[in-house]
């Protein structure tokens, strides 16, 4: 079975840095860009970046660009997104999805999501 | 303000057929493909629709879709109860380097 799994929920204080997980199986974790989205509370879906695992090419929207650092591990079928500095604004839900190609929002399939909340 | 638009809501009765529109430019939905994503309450979102009208294997052929131009839509046959969620397009946009985009969401309601 094809499935991405996420590390669990995440409770952080303003200035604190976080790194959260997706672990790819049942496919060539190599062969396909992963991307992350994120959804805060009540809002809508945002692209927030991907990477292509093979060779850890990495591309951001400018609305997260600096904010956020997207990586992965490829002997262990796993990506991250980290956080140096953590603000309020950052709670949310962020998923990480399969995107089929570079210039294609074919996302399939979906982890169950990580829930990040910051709060001092 | 999402780079693509679509209606907040939308609404229907058992058994009716509704239509979500999601209109682009010329940088997004006029030169890229459309894929669409329902999202059930409390869950992650699931892919409906890719390459503007295709669907994954489990998605029944009630869903459909649909690209003119610089605007796609995606149609609800047969309306049932287990269609209310969220509905949301996105494609790729060729400006600022390329990236992805979404629509706001279309909540769907079946009254």
């Known amino acids: 079975e094809v499935q991405l799994v996420q590390s669990g929920a995440e409770v952080k204080k303003p200035g604190d840095s976080l790194r959260i997980s997706c672990k790819g199986s049942g496919f060539s974790f190599i062969s396909y860009w992963i991307a992350w989205v994120r959804q805060v509370p009540g809002k809508g879906l945002e692209w927030m970046g991907i990477?292509?695992?093979?060779?850890?090419?990495?591309r951001y929207s400018p609305s997260f660009q600096g904010h956020v650092t997207i990586s992965a591990d490829k002997s262990i079928s796993t990506a991250y997104l980290q956080w140096s500095s953590l603000k309020a604004s950052d709670t949310a839900m962020y998923y990480c999805?399969?995107?089929?190609?570079?210039?294609?929002?074919?996302?399939?399939?979906w982890g169950q999501g990580t829930l990040v909340t910051v709060s001092s | 303000q999402s780079v693509l638009t679509q209606p907040p809501s939308a609404s229907g009765t058992p058994g009716q057929r509704v239509t979500i529109s999601c209109s682009g430019s010329?940088?997004?939905?006029?030169?890229?493909?459309v894929n669409w994503y329902q999202q059930l309450p409390g869950t992650a979102p699931k892919l409906l629709i890719y390459?503007?009208?295709q669907r994954p294997s489990g998605v029944p052929d009630r869903f459909s879709g649909s690209k003119s131009g610089t605007s796609a839509s995606l149609a609800i046959s047969g309306l049932q109860s287990e269609d209310e969620a969220d509905y949301y397009c996105a494609t790729w946009d060729d400006s600022l380097n390329g990236r992805g985009v979404f629509g706001g969401g279309t909540k769907l309601t079946v009254l």
């Open positions: 390459n503007n009208n």
């Open positions: 999805a399969r995107q089929h190609s570079t210039y294609e929002c074919w996302f399939d399939p």
């Open positions: 990477i292509y695992p093979g060779d850890s090419d990495t």
């Open positions: 010329s940088s997004n939905i006029g030169g890229n493909t």
